[in-house]
């Protein structure tokens, strides 16, 4: 394997940050929605509703886990660049895989997530159906 220098990790920085910028906006999103719903359900407690609430639950869980990786993955990205400057070469390069593993996991949690977005989206096209 070549030697980790400094320009190696900071490749990942405007990656991650823009998937960071992706994740806060949609969270922020779930948080309308949450909103919206719970005044649809006061209204009205129907079962559409109330499967769109569970869908949602998890979709905010399964984004928070991609944020706390994603965050991290940035985290051992500063420490392996901390490392390089240090000179721990070999250290950096497991920290370095390790940020790597955190970001592929975040973008994995990230695939899940839009899956049940359809799924919330299925159901709301089938009570459109249904009227």
Not at 14 to 42: G, H
Not at 95 to 122: C, M, N, R, Y
Request: proline share 1%; charged share 15%.
């Amino acid at each position: 394997m070549d030697e980790l220098n400094l320009t190696t990790p900071t490749l990942l920085f405007s990656a991650v940050s823009l998937i960071l910028l992706a994740y806060t906006n949609r969270f922020l999103s779930y948080a309308q929605l949450v909103r919206t719903l719970k005044e649809q359900y006061l209204q009205n407690h129907s079962e559409i509703t109330a499967a769109q609430i569970d869908n949602l639950r998890k979709r905010l869980y399964l984004t928070r886990s991609m944020q706390v990786l994603g965050i991290s993955s940035l985290f051992f990205c500063v420490v392996a660049m901390f490392l390089i400057y240090i000179g721990l070469h070999d250290l950096s390069a497991y920290i370095f895989g390790l940020a790597l593993l955190l970001l592929i996991a975040s973008l994995g949690i990230s695939i899940w997530e839009i899956h049940i977005s359809v799924k919330a989206l299925e159901i709301h096209l089938k009570d459109m159906e249904n009227k």
